[in-house]
């Protein structure tokens, strides 16, 4: 365990605790996290975790701007249901994307794990894109993408980093009940008459 995992571990932690609050600076924080386990998951040899980091990168800039200006009138974006559309599209995603990563990971890179490697990347791309949109769906793709997290990181003795990835799947679930609070507690838009 270096300085990076460290780094990682505190700025990773702070950022989950700041998304379950709704908290927008969790955007900042979480970007600072991509660098540092970008470095650390290439220096793991796990290249498609490493690589998603830049994508989280991105995606942290984009939900950013939809937290703060996606609501309704450029307002701030509030939690909201999973739209059904999305489940079938997100497994589907899921599957193209594993599939796709492996068979790239294992023709062009020295990935130590391929197919663990390109299943919790492409999860975790869904989760992330779905956290941005505030659907509370999100929750539940995060904890079954740290879950199989905990398992790969084990398998590569990062433990500190897996240590805090069991951190995120207790944050998931309170971001869970948190969101779910505040969806039930938000005003209800008014029935459109038949």
Not at 63 to 84: M, Q, S
Not at 98 to 108: E, G, H, K, S
Not at 112 to 130: I, N, Y
Request: one cysteine or more; proline letters at 5%.
């Amino acid at each position: 365990m270096g300085w990076v995992e460290i780094v990682g571990f505190v700025t990773g932690a702070v950022c989950v605790w700041l998304a379950t609050r709704q908290h927008v600076a969790n955007f900042p924080v979480g970007i600072a996290n991509n660098v540092v386990y970008a470095l650390l998951f290439w220096q793991s040899g796990i290249l498609a975790n490493a690589g998603l980091q830049v994508v989280y990168l991105v995606l942290a800039v984009l939900g950013w701007y939809w937290w703060v200006r996606g609501g309704d009138d450029a307002g701030r974006l509030p939690v909201r249901r999973t739209p059904r559309w999305v489940w079938p599209v997100a497994v589907a995603a899921v599957v193209v994307l594993t599939v796709a990563i492996a068979a790239l990971l294992t023709r062009t890179a020295e990935s130590v794990q391929p197919w663990p490697d390109a299943v919790t990347t492409s999860l975790s791309l869904v989760a992330q894109l779905m956290l941005g949109r505030k659907w509370l769906g999100s929750w539940a793709v995060w904890i079954v993408t740290d879950v199989l997290l905990v398992a790969l990181y084990v398998s590569l003795g990062l433990y500190l980093t897996t240590a805090l990835y069991v951190l995120f799947i207790a944050l998931c679930v309170q971001g869970w009940r948190r969101w779910s609070r505040d969806l039930r507690a938000a005003p209800q838009p008014a029935a459109v008459p038949a």
